[in-house]
């Protein structure tokens, strides 16, 4: 079954939520049995919300709010572990969606309500509660990526089945919203021009094609309060929030350095400090290292929707506004914004040529490399023996974070430039890693950083990634030194390339190549160049078969000769 995204959580250690019923155990079906045994009193109109990884918020909470607007007489909240030991993911990514539940539950525990968490399949625990609570009304924001496609249409038919009025959103996790026309197929231009459009309609309050929604208003804290009076039946198999702790080992969570904390009220009280460190970013000197400027994102709290992009948008836009900004710098701050919704809203189209589709049946087949388990392993042990791209790879298994420009230069790094080692490999390792992992967004920038797309061009293909961090990212190795400690005494001349250094030089720092750290997995110059060639003798086999065809994706099957 396709399920939510949260089948992507998972924890290393066993789960402290029972799973399993022993045969005397009762299960939720006896549970549900019991009840309409006991022909429980009419419950009047019960609403049930659903709160999945893409919406851990009440504000902006464009489904809750309309079903509360039907003044529900009970109210439920329910969050589901689904998938729960599907695949295999990094503490910090388990810590956020821990941060985002406790959150939540702490705003309902403030109006006398509860956050009942359970484990297994969505559609059958949801269709357990729905009988068990006598639920009438649904309220949830489904996700509009084709991949679940086929959940959707499972919770709308439960909803059929079961006589319960549901309430849907699927538009608030993007900052577009699209006429109906639009809504299966759009040019990738056409795209543009509209949310371009939007964004300055949006500023200045005129009126536009497509729309930048507004924010829905606050569910009313007096009503959420009188739910929170009203006597409740009982939640068959509830869970508790699982700790960390009861997750992985202590060794395990050692390791890391939690420099994210989710949850709505936080990411409201961190807005201020994102603003000003992307202000600090476009308003800094052209030449500066984003690095330092950028220091920490927002993409975590997006991802999870403790923010919706609206929010954030309309906050950015009414605050640098304010202060007088030029359009340019806004425009800046914006433009991760817009990449966002660029990537999110490809992946929902399904209807014209130049189309990526999330799980990527259509991209360009550059032939990377196979058999390649041990360069694939000293990656993702950050032992490739280039010590920027290694400081990444530690930053992403420690804080499960890089800025874009870093997750840019690595997918290069891993892809076209060097390493040639297929962008599914670099996927894989990012979606256990990332906070904010996302498949759609994931998708897009791999295909592009690693030249596979044609749909948003190449100009990123041919690169020389060692030279961009070593001269732009990171010229006083400071990021190498923060992730690498092993070179904080390192002379700065030779930090992106340590084997160029004396041995006396190496000694002094307490780091010889070989021994201390590993030698490169390649002699750069040379394997850089024959990736450069291997890319473009490909392009050029494409371009043809392109030009023949006038569809670029027709030539999915095509072979190039590679040296
Ligand atoms: C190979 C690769 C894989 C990536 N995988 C993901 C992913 O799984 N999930 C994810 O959310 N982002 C992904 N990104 C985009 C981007 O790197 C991260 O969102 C980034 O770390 C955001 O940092 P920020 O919050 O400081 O962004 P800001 O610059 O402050 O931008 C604000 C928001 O816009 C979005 N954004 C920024 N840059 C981009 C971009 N280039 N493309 C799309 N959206 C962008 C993010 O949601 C971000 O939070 C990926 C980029 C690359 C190159």
Redesign the pocket.
């Known amino acids: 079954m396709e399920s939510l995204s949260i089948t992507e959580f998972s924890p290393s250690a066993p789960s402290p939520i029972s799973s399993s019923s022993s045969p005397d155990e009762e299960t939720d079906r006896d549970i549900v049995a019991k009840d309409i045994e006991q022909d429980v009193e009419p419950q009047g109109k019960v609403l049930l919300h659903i709160f999945n990884n893409r919406h851990l918020r009440l504000k902006d909470n464009t489904a809750l709010y309309q079903a509360m607007a039907q003044n529900p007489d009970k109210f439920y909240a329910v969050y589901i572990f689904d998938g729960f030991d599907s695949k295999p993911v990094a503490p910090v990514r388990w810590q956020f969606l821990i941060d985002c539940l406790e959150d939540l539950k702490e705003q309902l525990n403030g109006f006398g309500l509860e956050l009942y968490c359970f484990r297994g399949e969505t559609i059958d625990v949801l269709a357990t509660l729905v009988q068990a609570w006598k639920v009438k009304l649904l309220s949830i924001n489904m996700d509009p990526d084709v991949n679940f496609t086929f959940f959707n249409e499972k919770i709308v038919k439960m909803c059929t089945i079961n006589a319960v009025q549901l309430y849907n959103d699927m538009d608030s996790h993007r900052l577009l919203y699209l006429p109906p026309k639009y809504k299966s197929a759009i040019p990738m231009s056409k795209f543009r021009v509209l949310l371009a459009e939007a964004i300055t309609a949006k500023q200045n309050n005129l009126e536009s094609e497509a729309k930048i929604q507004d924010i829905t208003p606050p569910l009313n804290p007096e009503q959420l309060s009188d739910l929170g009076n009203k006597p409740r039946l009982d939640s068959p198999l509830p869970s508790e929030i699982p700790k960390l702790n009861a997750l992985f080992t202590e060794e395990e969570i050692a390791k890391l350095n939690f420099i994210f904390q989710g949850g709505e009220r936080r990411t409201e009280d961190y807005l201020n400090e994102?603003r000003e460190a992307?202000l600090r970013?476009v308003s800094g000197d052209e030449d500066a290292s984003p690095i330092a400027a950028?220091a920490?994102?927002?993409?975590?709290?997006?991802?999870f929707g403790c923010i919706t992009?609206r929010h954030?948008f309309n906050f950015l836009v009414k605050t640098i506004k304010d202060a007088n900004y030029s359009r340019i710098k806004i425009n800046k701050?914006l433009?991760?914004?817009?990449?966002?919704?660029?990537?999110l809203q490809v992946s929902q189209l399904q209807t014209i040529p130049e189309r990526i589709i999330s799980l990527n049946k259509i991209c360009l087949p550059i032939p990377w490399d196979k058999n390649n388990n041990e360069i694939v392993e000293k990656l993702t042990d950050a032992q490739t023996g280039f010590p920027f791209f290694d400081a990444a790879i530690t930053q992403l298994k420690t804080e499960g974070?890089?800025?874009?420009e870093v997750?840019?230069a690595?997918?290069t790094f891993v892809t076209n430039s060097l390493l040639w080692v297929s962008?599914e490999e670099?996927?894989n390792f990012?979606?256990q890693h990332?906070i904010?992992?996302?498949?759609a967004?994931?998708t897009?920038?791999?295909l592009?950083?690693s030249g596979s797309t044609m749909v948003t061009g190449r100009q990123k293909s041919y690169q020389d990634p060692l030279l961009f961090v070593s001269k732009k990212l990171d010229p006083n190795g400071e990021y190498i030194k923060r992730y690498l400690p092993k070179f904080i005494n390192f002379p700065i001349e030779f930090i992106h390339k340590p084997g160029n250094a004396s041995l006396e030089a190496q000694q002094a720092a307490n780091c010889v190549i070989d021994i201390d750290y590993p030698k490169p997995l390649f002699e750069y110059e040379c394997r850089n160049g024959i990736c450069c060639k291997r890319l473009r003798v490909f392009m050029e086999v494409v371009d043809s078969a392109a030009k023949a065809t006038k569809l670029p994706h027709v030539i999915e099957n095509c072979s190039g000769k590679f040296p």
């Open positions: 994102y992307r970013d950028k920490m994102g927002i993409s975590p709290h997006l991802r992009p954030l701050v433009a991760g914004i817009m990449a966002r919704d660029f990537a974070y890089v800025i874009n997750s840019e690595l997918a962008w670099g996927q990012f979606s990332l904010c992992f996302d498949l967004m994931s897009h920038s791999w592009e950083a």
